[in-house]
């Protein structure tokens, strides 16, 4: 539904929701590849492949079109440093999580819940997250387009990974992981709470 009513805007010559279009896309990708890739197997899993592929096109093609130059800093400039902070942060945490799993596991040989994750985090999403942490500490315009659209797509999963495991401890005894859920809470709310500073401090050249 967000994705439809950001669309709507577009048609309207919304030209800054282009950013909150492709975080919303990237989100789209991230949860339709675990779906794939993890063989969720039900009557609408050609669906998830579909979702999963036009994501990725919809993705290369913004990536061709977009001009990084176009994005500028307005009066009051977007917290560069704070989000390349929290992304540096969330970029060491999440590697030594997913290598204390993995390492032990690769060493006995033994296979691992849920893989696709690691294969995501660890190949896709957690590099992008440390180049854009690069590009905004050197004020790198690619930095500032990445910014929004990455900041959407970590809050959206983290916080509904948080949300998730809350609601599986509560209502289906799992166990409860103070770690994880502060993990997650970070990841979620941390980047939810910067995406407006960042949105109001970024403006599109004339």
């Known amino acids: 539904m967000a994705l439809l009513a950001v669309?709507?805007?577009?048609?309207q010559g919304w030209a800054k929701g282009w950013l909150i279009w492709a975080g919303l896309v990237g989100y789209l990708f991230y949860a339709y590849a675990l779906y794939s890739?993890?063989?969720?197997?039900?009557?609408?899993?050609?669906?998830?492949?579909?979702?999963?592929?036009?994501?990725?096109?919809?993705?290369?093609?913004?990536?061709?079109a977009v001009n990084p130059a176009s994005l500028v800093s307005a009066r009051r400039r977007p917290p560069r440093r704070t989000v390349a902070g929290l992304f540096g942060l969330l970029l060491v945490l999440f590697t030594a999580l997913w290598l204390?799993?993995?390492?032990?596991?690769?060493?006995?040989?033994?296979?691992?819940?849920?893989?696709?994750?690691f294969v995501l985090d660890l190949a896709i999403a957690l590099p992008l997250t440390?180049?854009?942490?690069?590009?905004?500490?050197?004020g790198?315009?690619?930095?500032?387009?990445?910014?929004?659209?990455?900041?959407?797509?970590?809050?959206?999963l983290g916080i509904s990974v948080f949300l998730g495991t809350l609601y599986t401890y509560a209502f289906f005894d799992g166990p409860f992981m103070p770690f994880d859920l502060a993990l997650y809470a970070l990841m979620g709310f941390g980047?939810?709470?910067?995406?407006?500073?960042?949105?109001?401090?970024?403006t599109l050249a004339d």
């Open 140 to 156: 790198h315009p690619v930095g500032d387009l990445l910014a929004i659209p990455m900041l959407m797509k970590v809050a959206l």
């Open 7 to 11: 669309n709507a805007r577009l048609r």
């Open 37 to 64: 890739f993890d063989g969720v197997l039900n009557p609408a899993y050609p669906l998830y492949l579909a979702i999963m592929a036009l994501s990725v096109l919809a993705l290369v093609l913004f990536v061709r």
């Open 100 to 117: 204390s799993q993995l390492l032990p596991a690769m060493a006995a040989r033994q296979p691992l819940p849920g893989q696709t994750i």
């Open 191 to 202: 980047p939810a709470a910067l995406i407006w500073p960042f949105w109001r401090g970024s």
């Open 130 to 138: 440390g180049l854009t942490a690069w590009l905004l500490c050197r």
